[in-house]
């Protein structure tokens, strides 16, 4: 550090450079995603604790309970693999809404945050859909080891879908109140950050959870 | 005020540890298993006596250790105090070779501790030899019931609170819980290990002296969890034998009429709902109570309510007229029983022999 | 400091002007001081609570048999006693002067996010007072701080007990990770120009990696006490063996949480016994590198021995070596540590003030719970001392004679730079005095307790197994503690008005928090100081500065370790400190009401569930756990869009 970087702080005394030359907010949010990462492993290590532990019916994939009953398999692996489709569509939206706020694209902005926003509502929407189906399919969170961990991992994932949908919408308001400049492009970054990481978590439990048998 | 420092903070603790040595030292002779009835430091059993040595063994290195550091301490406090006048001191940074050594004797120490450890952890969880008497436990809140199989394994024996072993005949316990966590512990015999529901496990020891031990529940488990007591009873020659077999005969007929009238209120009254006891075959039960302990043989144990109370008819009394008040949180309720009943219950429970 | 520059701005920005004084002030405040203030002086509470518990426990085992609490309320105060201690007294002890003194420390004006730190004060404050409530009313947790299940389930548990102990940690753990992200950033981010890693103040660096384990051990344990909030309240079968539950898998999230929060605990007094030992040996602190290094490990290798806390579940014997190597393997970073202090102390010329007493107090102390810790990693033989008295005497001498003599050591260190007033050494030195004997006769005769067969957690025992007077002895100890302690509580409010002015530096100290006035202005530093060196104090450039002293304490400053009056020079602040950030033009973020709100809204999401199941009858506060949501949702809005931040 040295006196010209001194005459920058004089010149923006709120924001005074940091040591790393990593925005400070997006360190924090790095950290958070650390932290958010053990939060998903333990849930995701529960899950394969009891992977193949239930006492009853019905499983994941068709197979033997424990107590050695058949049971029915309950995913319907296509449908999901679609809305993942959809999940991984809207990473590409953010990477596009981003782009726009860097570059004073008002118009491109809005257009890629709600899009991207309208792409998680879409996967909160399958991921009811298939709630809904198992709930009648006679899986709860009360039915056995799968009903519990998988509800709890993926209710977790979607919470978070629905907090950044609230927050890609939060932006994309303010964009269309003309306050998301490329001056707070920080601030759609770190959305951005929050939006990949969720997305990310999804391709691990979409693998672990559907895929592995 | 150095040596006031010195003086008072340390005293506390350098005859304690001098104490702690004198007192190990001193401390395998009958004299000491007296005063001491559930001490870990009179082993009897060839697992215990493993757990010891370990034991010894790193306490001495740990206790090494301790005055080394100590006595650097106390050193460097007298020698290097502020004086008025002292020079400015000499202003070291550290020391490579010093803190190279400082890594490479600690990790020696360790690895002298590391080996027999390791050695230990094999040894002390080998498979059970085969002609081993096998014994099943389970954990209930909060008293023990101990399962053998006898004529064969065509019959069980099902008792509580009291295990019986051979001197000289290796045993294992199969251990699993009912309700929530226990901890199966006799320190004489050897180490604990929880008892854990949906799981089995298990400890071996050969007992080598005759005798009766004491131990208890070692994993918190609720309201009465410090009055989970058990006994166990090493039988030298055939005793244990003659245990098992007298234990395997069904519950004695009752001979005069108060006993007889205990025996009604035991198997027609509230006590069937929870306890059994045995009365033709060994298979076939006259009550279906499982919830407590079995009474088939009720009369013989030294002691009831798990190991809190001698086994007699004041105490006996106490329990039946209220048992949550003698173990707190007991699933057994107070059954409102007139003194009259208690009379013919006691009297009965005690010709169970 | 040769040079400094000014990074102070020619002219201030439109900022709210400062309420200074009164209660709204501190409810307010987002200065990293007042925070640290304020979880100075909750944790000192809770650190009294969490004694009174301590007596409740010792005086009902003075004596067999004894009937003084019920066994219900015993287990409700073991259990309480533990987190009392861990999650609202000591961690937030730990966590005042990760407050006050890391951002002086390092040379930063506040926290990398002053309103985060202010709300993790405000969720540590009411998830504080939730456990609290549960204990007054004996409602507290029953089943150990451990929880290990199944007894945490619903049909073993039907009382609101477990509830206050998911819901009310669920509460502190989160404040906990608010706050490690936010120091993680300012001790990453906010350091002053010049002040590379390695030249970071050693405390610091000990902040810096117990946050890192904070923000991921507590994140396990979040997942964990969610699992098992979801068992008691929703039905789950998590925890439950009838059906399928694993009991075990309950204890290896808790150990991956528990094990590093041993060292959450411990690494930050490393810290403070680092900077204690070289200011009162006049010599800088013995291999610092290696010193950082030894914790980086340790903290690294606190990640892969939990199962050590499991050695009687019957994980198999490969399990048991592997995690009985791993311990031993964590002694010897540990023995580098004790053996650099040593070394730091070799050739001084040591100073005993009561805060350098405690920190050698430390030092034997924590060898000891070293020793008989590596006595546990003997799997085998641990056996026989799992469970029992032994490990009671093992961890209080981590947790007493380590993370609480440490912190003694940091409070008379560090307390006139908080109060700009020194603390009583004649009343210090009977502290230490009191402290030592109380502990080790409190603690001492434990170990015996535990070879000679009681298990711990017990609420009685009869008079024929030979622990009686060993359990008096150690309830005598623990009304010594008592007694002392109120002798340092009377110290710190008599000292913080009265005790004699310390000036900048009583203590000769080399870091940078010792450079400015004490108590610091609110701005910390009128310029931002550029460093050269470790010890900017200490250093040959630092010596040209006039007041600064060299490596030395002026001979009067000796005068306080007899208890005289006269105390170094007496300085009072100048006029120039009294002026506000304001006339000088500095920027600080104005105060701000949405982080008590905020925290009061995860109150309510919270608390409202603890009344699902109360007295059997359903009281189902749904509405207060919606308006607690809204109430969250509003809050950070507001707290985004708030301007001046």
């Not at chain 1, 879409?122 to 009811?128: D, E, M, P, S």
């Not at chain 3, 979801?230 to 528990?258: I, N, S």
């Not at chain 3, 290696?290 to 994980?315: D, K, N, Q, R, T």
Request: charged fraction near 15%; hydrophobic fraction near 50%.
């Amino acid at each position: 550090m040295s006196i010209v970087n001194a005459a920058d702080h004089a010149a923006n005394p709120a924001h005074l450079d940091t040591s790393t030359g990593l925005d400070n907010r997006k360190m924090a949010f790095w950290t958070f995603i650390g932290s958010e990462c053990l939060l998903f492993g333990s849930l995701i290590a529960t899950y394969l604790a009891y992977k193949g532990r239930s006492l009853v019916g019905p499983l994941p994939h068709a197979g033997r309970t424990l107590t050695g009953q058949q049971a029915e398999g309950i995913l319907d692996i296509p449908l999901t693999s679609l809305s993942t489709f959809v999940l991984l569509m809207s990473s590409l939206g953010m990477v596009l809404a981003l782009a726009a706020v860097q570059r004073a694209d008002r118009k491109g902005a809005i257009t890629w945050l709600f899009a991207t926003a309208g792409l998680g509502l879409v996967f909160l929407g399958f991921q009811a859909y298939e709630f809904n189906h198992f709930y009648h399919a006679g899986l709860t969170l009360q039915t056995n080891l799968f009903g519990s961990t998988f509800f709890l991992l993926t209710g977790f994932h979607g919470a978070h879908v629905l907090v950044g949908v609230i927050y890609l919408g939060t932006l994309g308001m303010l964009a269309v109140k003309n306050q998301l400049g490329p001056e707070r492009s920080m601030s759609v970054e770190i959305a951005g950050l929050y939006w990949h990481f969720v997305d990310v978590i999804w391709i691990v439990i979409f693998a672990l959870v559907y895929l592995i048998k | 005020m150095k040596s006031r420092a010195k003086s008072s903070g340390y005293s506390p603790w350098k005859p304690a540890f001098g104490l702690a040595l004198l007192t190990l030292l001193a401390g395998c002779g009958e004299d000491h298993l007296q005063t001491y009835p559930q001490t870990t430091f009179a082993p009897a059993s060839d697992f215990a006596r493993e757990l010891d040595w370990l034991f010894k063994y790193t306490l001495v290195l740990g206790v090494l250790v301790g005055l080394f550091v100590f006595g650097l301490l106390g050193y460097i406090m007298w020698r290097f105090r502020y004086q008025p006048g002292n020079p400015e001191p000499e202003q070291v940074h550290g020391n490579a070779r010093l803190e190279l050594l400082w890594t490479f004797i600690p990790a020696l120490i360790l690895a002298a501790i590391a080996v027999p450890t390791v050695r230990s952890i094999f040894n002390t969880q080998r498979e059970a030899p085969a002609n081993a008497l096998i014994v099943e436990v389970r954990g209930y809140q909060w008293w023990w019931e101990f399962r053998y199989a006898v004529n064969g394994g065509r019959d069980t024996v099902v008792t509580a609170n009291e295990v019986h072993v051979a001197v000289g005949t290796p045993v294992q316990l199969r251990m699993t819980s009912g309700d929530v966590l226990h901890s199966f512990w006799v320190p004489q015999m050897g180490g604990k290990r929880d008892v854990i529901p949906n799981k089995v496990n298990t400890i071996n020891f050969t007992p080598e002296e005759p005798g009766v031990y004491l131990g208890q529940c070692a994993e918190f488990c609720g309201d009465s969890h410090a009055l989970m007591k058990m006994r166990l009873v090493a039988h030298e020659g055939d005793g244990f034998q003659r245990w098992l077999q007298n234990e395997s005969e069904p519950a004695p007929a009752p001979r005069d009429s108060a006993v007889m009238l205990g025996k009604q209120l035991v198997t027609k009254g509230a006590c069937a709902g929870c306890h059994t006891l045995r009365y033709g075959a060994a298979k076939d039960s006259a009550t279906l109570g499982r919830t407590g302990p079995n009474l088939t043989h009720f009369g013989r144990r030294r002691t009831l309510a798990a190991g809190i109370l001698e086994n007699n008819a004041e105490n006996l009394s106490k329990w039946l007229k209220n048992p949550p008040e003698v173990k707190p949180g007991a699933l057994m309720p107070n059954l409102n029983l007139k003194d009259e009943e208690i009379r013919y219950i006691v009297a009965y429970l005690q010709t169970l022999q | 400091m040769a040079s400094t520059a000014t990074v102070a701005a020619p002219h201030a920005p439109a900022a709210a002007p400062h309420t200074e004084t009164g209660v709204w002030s501190w409810i307010t405040t987002v200065d990293h001081k007042r925070i640290g203030i304020l979880y100075f002086f909750s944790s000192i509470f809770y650190f009294l609570v969490g004694g009174i518990e301590a007596l409740f426990i010792r005086t009902q085992l003075i004596v067999p048999e004894n009937n003084f609490i019920s066994a219900d309320l015993y287990n409700q105060m073991f259990t309480q006693h533990a987190l009392t201690m861990i999650f609202l007294a000591l961690m937030p002890l730990t966590a005042a002067f990760f407050n006050y003194i890391v951002p002086l420390q390092i040379g930063a004006r506040d926290v990398a996010f002053p309103r985060l730190n202010a709300l993790s004060y405000w969720v540590y404050f009411f998830g504080g007072l939730m456990l609290l409530f549960a204990a007054v009313t004996k409602m507290a947790p029953n089943v150990g701080w451990f929880a290990y299940a199944p007894i945490t389930e619903r049909q073993y548990n039907p009382g609101p007990n477990v509830d206050f102990y998911v819901l009310g940690l669920q509460i502190v753990g989160l404040s906990s990770i608010l706050a490690g992200i936010n120091f993680i950033v300012t001790i990453l981010n906010m350091r002053a120009p010049g002040m590379r890693l390695m030249r970071m103040p050693i405390f610091t660096w000990m902040v810096l990696i117990t946050q890192v384990l904070i923000v991921t051990a507590m994140a396990v344990f979040t997942i964990a006490i969610t699992q098992l909030m979801f068992d008691r309240m929703f039905g789950t079968t998590f925890f439950d063996p009838a059906r399928g539950g694993d009991p075990l898998v309950w204890q290896h999230l808790f150990w991956m949480f528990g094990h590093p929060e041993v060292y959450i605990l411990i690494i930050p007094i490393f810290g403070m016994i680092s900077e204690v030992i070289p200011t009162f040996s006049r010599k800088p602190l013995f291999g610092y590198n290696v010193m950082v290094f030894a914790s980086v490990l340790i903290g690294w290798l606190g990640w892969g021995v939990w199962s050590h806390h499991m050695f009687a579940v019957g994980l198999g014997p490969i399990a048991d070596a592997f995690f009985a190597l791993s311990t031993m393997l964590i002694a010897i970073p540990t023995g580098i540590k004790i053996f650099n202090w040593i070394g730091t102390m070799w050739g001084g010329s040591i100073r005993f003030t009561t805060s350098m007493l405690f920190a050698v107090a430390f030092i034997a102390m924590f060898t000891l719970g070293g020793i008989s810790g590596v006595m546990h990693s003997v799997a085998p033989s641990d056996l026989q001392q799992t469970d029992t008295y032994f490990v009671v005497a093992h961890i209080h001498y981590v947790f007493f004679g380590g993370t609480v003599l440490g912190l003694f050591a940091g409070i008379y260190f560090w307390f006139p730079k908080l109060f700009g007033r020194l603390m009583d050494e004649k009343l210090g030195k009977i502290h230490w005095v009191g402290t030592m004997v109380g502990m080790n006769l409190a603690f001492f005769p434990m170990h015996y307790l535990g070879m000679y067969g009681q298990p711990r957690r017990t609420f009685t025992y009869p008079g024929d197994l030979g622990w009686n007077w060993m359990n008096l002895m150690s309830t005598l100890g623990a009304y010594l503690l008592a007694l002392v302690t109120g002798v340092f509580v009377w110290n710190v409010i008599r000292s913080a008005r009265k005790g004699a002015i310390a000036g900048d530096n009583p203590w000769g100290a080399a870091t940078l928090e010792w450079s400015i006035p004490s108590p610091p202005p609110v701005y910390n530093f009128r310029e931002i100081p550029i460093v050269h060196s470790r010890m900017p104090l200490w250093e040959e450039d630092a010596s040209k500065e006039p007041g600064i002293p060299h490596g030395k304490v002026a001979e009067d400053v000796n005068a306080i370790t007899v208890g005289g009056t006269q105390v170094g020079e007496m300085e009072y602040p100048d006029a120039e400190s009294k002026m506000s950030a304001h006339d000088l033009g500095i920027h600080l973020p104005p105060p701000s009401y949405w982080p008590i709100i905020l925290a009061f809204g995860i109150l309510l999401v919270f608390g409202s569930l603890i009344f699902r199941n109360l007295d059997g009858a359903l009281h189902n506060l749904w509405y207060l756990s919606v308006a607690g949501v809204l109430l969250v949702a509003v809050s950070i809005f507001k707290w985004a869009f708030e301007p001046g931040h």
